[in-house]
Protein backbone atom coordinates (compact mmCIF):
# COMPACT_ATOMS: atom_id res chain seq x y z
CA UNK A 1 0.00 0.00 0.00
CA UNK A 2 1.19 3.61 -1.05
CA UNK A 3 0.62 7.09 -0.62
CA UNK A 4 1.30 9.71 -2.82
CA UNK A 5 3.40 12.93 -1.05
CA UNK A 6 4.32 16.06 -3.34
CA UNK A 7 3.50 13.89 -6.16
CA UNK A 8 5.28 11.38 -5.27
CA UNK A 9 4.41 7.83 -4.06
CA UNK A 10 5.97 6.71 -1.06
CA UNK A 11 4.91 2.69 1.05
CA UNK A 12 2.87 3.83 3.95
CA UNK A 13 4.48 2.78 7.38
CA UNK A 14 2.82 -0.62 8.91
CA UNK A 15 1.40 1.76 11.56
CA UNK A 16 -0.36 3.95 8.55
CA UNK A 17 -1.84 1.22 7.05
CA UNK A 18 -3.21 0.03 10.02
CA UNK A 19 -4.74 3.45 10.95
CA UNK A 20 -5.96 3.41 7.43
CA UNK A 21 -7.67 -0.35 8.04
CA UNK A 22 -9.09 0.67 11.11
CA UNK A 23 -10.62 3.72 10.02
CA UNK A 24 -12.95 1.72 7.96
CA UNK A 25 -14.75 -0.23 10.66
CA UNK A 26 -18.10 1.07 11.60
CA UNK A 27 -18.66 3.21 14.50
CA UNK A 28 -22.07 1.30 15.04
CA UNK A 29 -22.13 -0.74 18.29
CA UNK A 30 -21.49 -4.40 18.54
CA UNK A 31 -18.94 -7.33 18.68
CA UNK A 32 -15.30 -7.89 17.52
CA UNK A 33 -12.66 -10.59 17.41
CA UNK A 34 -9.33 -10.04 16.91
CA UNK A 35 -7.54 -12.46 14.84
CA UNK A 36 -4.03 -13.65 14.70
CA UNK A 37 -1.40 -14.03 11.84
CA UNK A 38 -3.35 -17.00 10.77
CA UNK A 39 -6.12 -15.47 10.99
CA UNK A 40 -7.38 -17.28 13.81
CA UNK A 41 -9.07 -15.03 16.65
CA UNK A 42 -7.85 -14.31 19.99
CA UNK A 43 -9.64 -12.42 21.45
CA UNK A 44 -13.52 -11.33 21.43
CA UNK A 45 -15.26 -8.55 22.72
CA UNK A 46 -18.20 -6.05 22.63
CA UNK A 47 -18.16 -2.61 22.67
CA UNK A 48 -20.59 0.53 23.38
CA UNK A 49 -18.10 3.03 22.27
CA UNK A 50 -18.47 2.20 18.56
CA UNK A 51 -16.21 -0.78 16.95
CA UNK A 52 -13.94 1.35 15.15
CA UNK A 53 -12.88 3.43 18.28
CA UNK A 54 -12.92 0.45 19.98
CA UNK A 55 -10.15 -1.57 18.15
CA UNK A 56 -8.52 1.68 18.01
CA UNK A 57 -7.86 1.64 21.88
CA UNK A 58 -6.80 -1.94 21.75
CA UNK A 59 -4.01 -1.52 19.29
CA UNK A 60 -2.58 1.86 19.83
CA UNK A 61 -3.44 2.28 24.19
CA UNK A 62 -2.38 0.21 27.34
CA UNK A 63 -5.70 1.51 28.53
CA UNK A 64 -7.53 -1.17 27.09
CA UNK A 65 -7.05 -4.07 30.01
CA UNK A 66 -6.02 -7.25 28.19
CA UNK A 67 -3.11 -5.10 26.67
CA UNK A 68 -2.26 -3.33 30.55
CA UNK A 69 -2.11 -6.88 32.01
CA UNK A 70 -0.33 -8.52 28.96
CA UNK A 71 -2.94 -10.75 27.92
CA UNK A 72 -2.78 -9.58 23.79
CA UNK A 73 0.30 -8.66 22.14
CA UNK A 74 -0.86 -6.69 19.12
CA UNK A 75 2.15 -7.32 16.92
CA UNK A 76 0.33 -10.50 16.71
CA UNK A 77 -2.64 -8.86 15.36
CA UNK A 78 -3.53 -8.93 11.87
CA UNK A 79 -7.14 -9.27 11.08
CA UNK A 80 -10.30 -7.25 12.82
CA UNK A 81 -13.98 -9.18 12.30
CA UNK A 82 -17.17 -6.54 13.29
CA UNK A 83 -20.49 -7.42 13.58
CA UNK A 84 -22.97 -4.24 14.64
CA UNK A 85 -25.40 -5.05 16.57
CA UNK A 86 -27.56 -1.92 18.55
CA UNK A 87 -29.40 -4.11 21.17
CA UNK A 88 -28.11 -4.18 24.22
CA UNK A 89 -29.07 -8.23 24.98
CA UNK A 90 -28.29 -9.68 21.69
CA UNK A 91 -25.43 -7.99 21.93
CA UNK A 92 -24.31 -9.85 25.27
CA UNK A 93 -25.42 -13.20 23.35
CA UNK A 94 -23.87 -12.54 20.21
CA UNK A 95 -20.42 -12.21 22.32
CA UNK A 96 -21.00 -14.92 24.61
CA UNK A 97 -21.58 -17.54 21.80
CA UNK A 98 -18.68 -16.74 19.68
CA UNK A 99 -16.44 -16.17 22.71
CA UNK A 100 -17.58 -20.54 23.38
CA UNK A 101 -17.11 -21.30 19.47
CA UNK A 102 -13.81 -19.56 19.06
CA UNK A 103 -12.28 -20.97 22.25
CA UNK A 104 -13.09 -24.15 21.60
CA UNK A 105 -11.07 -24.05 18.47
CA UNK A 106 -8.07 -22.33 19.88
CA UNK A 107 -8.24 -20.49 23.33
CA UNK A 108 -8.81 -17.23 23.18
CA UNK A 109 -6.74 -14.28 25.76
CA UNK A 110 -9.88 -13.41 27.09
CA UNK A 111 -9.57 -12.88 30.88
CA UNK A 112 -12.74 -14.83 31.56
CA UNK A 113 -14.93 -17.10 30.82
CA UNK A 114 -18.22 -16.62 29.20
CA UNK A 115 -21.31 -18.96 29.35
CA UNK A 116 -22.80 -20.19 26.07
CA UNK A 117 -26.51 -18.54 25.39
CA UNK A 118 -29.17 -20.79 25.04
CA UNK A 119 -31.13 -21.06 21.91
CA UNK A 120 -28.91 -19.16 20.00
CA UNK A 121 -30.59 -18.11 16.65
CA UNK A 122 -28.91 -18.51 13.13
CA UNK A 123 -25.32 -17.63 13.52
CA UNK A 124 -24.70 -14.22 11.56
CA UNK A 125 -21.67 -13.39 9.48
CA UNK A 126 -19.28 -10.52 10.17
CA UNK A 127 -20.53 -7.32 9.18
CA UNK A 128 -16.98 -6.29 8.03
CA UNK A 129 -13.66 -8.25 7.99
CA UNK A 130 -10.54 -5.95 7.49
CA UNK A 131 -6.77 -6.62 7.18
CA UNK A 132 -4.47 -4.13 9.22
CA UNK A 133 -0.87 -5.24 8.22
CA UNK A 134 0.68 -5.41 5.21
CA UNK A 135 0.93 -8.96 3.19
CA UNK A 136 5.03 -8.55 3.32
CA UNK A 137 4.35 -8.04 7.06
CA UNK A 138 2.38 -11.04 8.10
CA UNK A 139 4.36 -13.43 5.77
CA UNK A 140 7.46 -11.79 8.03
CA UNK A 141 6.25 -12.12 11.27
CA UNK A 142 4.57 -15.86 10.76
CA UNK A 143 8.43 -16.99 9.96
CA UNK A 144 8.87 -19.25 13.14
CA UNK A 145 12.43 -17.63 13.60
CA UNK A 146 10.87 -14.99 14.26
CA UNK A 147 7.41 -15.57 15.62
CA UNK A 148 8.68 -17.92 18.28
CA UNK A 149 10.93 -15.56 19.87
CA UNK A 150 8.35 -12.68 19.82
CA UNK A 151 5.74 -14.90 21.93
CA UNK A 152 8.41 -15.86 24.09
CA UNK A 153 9.59 -12.65 25.47
CA UNK A 154 5.55 -12.15 25.75
CA UNK A 155 5.03 -15.20 27.53
CA UNK A 156 7.77 -14.17 29.78
CA UNK A 157 6.62 -10.55 30.06
CA UNK A 158 3.38 -11.90 31.18
CA UNK A 159 5.16 -14.28 34.11
CA UNK A 160 6.68 -10.97 35.36
CA UNK A 161 3.32 -9.19 35.23
CA UNK A 162 1.88 -11.56 37.32
CA UNK A 163 4.78 -11.88 39.86
CA UNK A 164 5.65 -8.47 40.29
CA UNK A 165 1.66 -6.66 40.19
CA UNK A 166 -1.17 -9.26 39.72
CA UNK A 167 -1.46 -12.48 40.72
CA UNK A 168 -4.87 -13.57 40.11
CA UNK A 169 -7.40 -15.60 38.41
CA UNK A 170 -7.72 -13.98 35.19
CA UNK A 171 -4.11 -13.14 34.77
CA UNK A 172 -2.91 -16.91 35.61
CA UNK A 173 -6.09 -18.07 33.23
CA UNK A 174 -4.58 -15.91 30.34
CA UNK A 175 -1.08 -17.14 31.19
CA UNK A 176 -2.06 -20.74 30.74
CA UNK A 177 -3.25 -19.66 27.25
CA UNK A 178 -0.32 -18.06 26.30
CA UNK A 179 1.54 -21.54 27.24
CA UNK A 180 -0.10 -23.41 24.76
CA UNK A 181 -0.17 -20.85 21.76
CA UNK A 182 3.91 -21.24 23.07
CA UNK A 183 3.80 -24.49 22.46
CA UNK A 184 2.06 -24.49 18.77
CA UNK A 185 4.68 -22.20 18.08
CA UNK A 186 7.95 -24.51 19.40
CA UNK A 187 6.58 -27.10 17.36
CA UNK A 188 6.55 -24.99 14.01
CA UNK A 189 9.77 -23.82 14.90
CA UNK A 190 11.35 -27.39 15.61
CA UNK A 191 9.41 -28.89 12.00
CA UNK A 192 11.97 -29.69 9.89
CA UNK A 193 12.38 -27.96 6.65
CA UNK A 194 11.50 -30.87 4.50
CA UNK A 195 12.93 -28.88 0.99
CA UNK A 196 16.48 -29.63 2.50
CA UNK A 197 15.48 -33.19 2.18
CA UNK A 198 15.32 -32.96 -1.84
CA UNK A 199 18.97 -31.77 -1.72
CA UNK A 200 22.24 -33.98 -2.25
Not at 159 to 176: C, D, M, P, R
Request: with cysteine.
Amino acid sequence: MTKKRNNKTTPLTVEQYRDQQVALLPTDKGVYALCDLDEVPIYVGTTVDGLRKRVQRHLTSARSDIIANRALDIWEVAYVWAWKQPDPAKRIELEAHFYNKFHKQSKLVNAQELSEPENFGPEPDPDQKIQILPDDQIELRKRPEIRLPRQAKTFLDLVAHIVEVKNNEKTLFGLQTHFERLEKYVKQFLKPDLTKLDKP
